[in-house]
T-cell receptor, first 112, second 113 residues
Framework: EAAVTQSPRNKVTVTGGNVTLSCRQTNSHNYMYWYRQDTGHGLRLIHY???????QIGDVPDGYKATRTTQEDFFLLLELASPSQTSLYFC???????????FGKGTRLTVV | GEKVEQHQSTLSVREGDSAVINCTYTDTASSYFPWYKQEAGKSLHFVID?????DRKQSQRLTVLLDKKAKRFSLHITATQPEDSAIYFC????????????FGQGTILKVYL
């Protein structure tokens, strides 16, 4: 079973604060994704990458940066967190793009 | 770009009955349609998919039907069990890039005794 590990699992920060969410996959997958899940919206793609040093813009990128430092590691950065970014964040990886996508357990972020 | 929609926010069925969850898409060029399941408090995992070269695919109690003319696909679960209770998400590849999925809003399936 493919493994995607996210940290932290829960995070509370203040408005204007800096937050980094981490994701590591040990599946040798090329593709990694960051999604946010909100009631009524399903999952929305923030950023994704198809390899170390590569970054692609997703559908809801405003307020987020991301960086893929290695094949295994993908980070999501919120430099000026706002309450609208309170959400459940999922990282995912895939070897072949849209097929066989494996998700991490999620990070619940609360911005107060 | 591709838009995927699930109009049923919640579906409740009695244990043993069948459940049908519907999904629509907009891009006629889409050729791959997966379903993901999210149990309470857990992550998503893949359950079944269908490609556009067929109109039906079955895996045990799950069947996916694809109607390309109507741009609609559906997940059928027979003999529902309490462990089928979850949020089900349909998805399709984005038009602009085939390497990312666009998800529907999710349908909460509740199986009651």
């Amino acid at each position: 079973e493919a493994a995607v590990t996210q940290s932290p699992r829960n995070k509370v920060t203040v408005t204007g604060g800096n937050v980094t969410l981490s994701c590591r996959q040990t599946n040798s997958h090329n593709y990694m994704y960051w999604y946010r899940q909100d009631t009524g919206h399903g999952l929305r793609l923030i950023h994704y990458s198809y390899g170390a040093g590569n970054l692609q813009i997703g559908d809801v990128p405003d307020g987020y940066k991301a960086t893929r430092t290695t094949q295994e590691d993908f980070f999501l950065l919120l430099e000026l967190a706002s309450p609208s970014q309170t959400s459940l964040y999922f990282c995912a990886s895939s070897g072949g793009g849209v097929t066989e996508v494996f998700f991490g357990k999620g990070t619940r972020l609360t911005v107060v | 770009g591709e838009k995927v929609e699930q109009h049923q926010s919640t579906l409740s069925v009695r244990e043993g009955d069948s459940a049908v969850i519907n999904c629509t898409y907009t891009d006629t060029a889409s050729s791959y349609f997966p379903w993901y399941k999210q149990e309470a408090g857990k992550s998503l995992h893949f359950v079944i998919d269908i490609r556009s070269n067929v109109d039906r695919k079955q895996s045990q109690r799950l069947t996916v039907l694809l109607d390309k003319k109507a741009k609609r696909f559906s997940l059928h679960i027979t003999a529902t069990q309490p462990e089928d209770s979850a949020i089900y998400f349909c998805a399709a590849p984005a038009t602009s890039s085939g390497q990312k999925l666009v998800f529907g809003q999710g349908t909460i399936l509740k199986v009651y005794l």
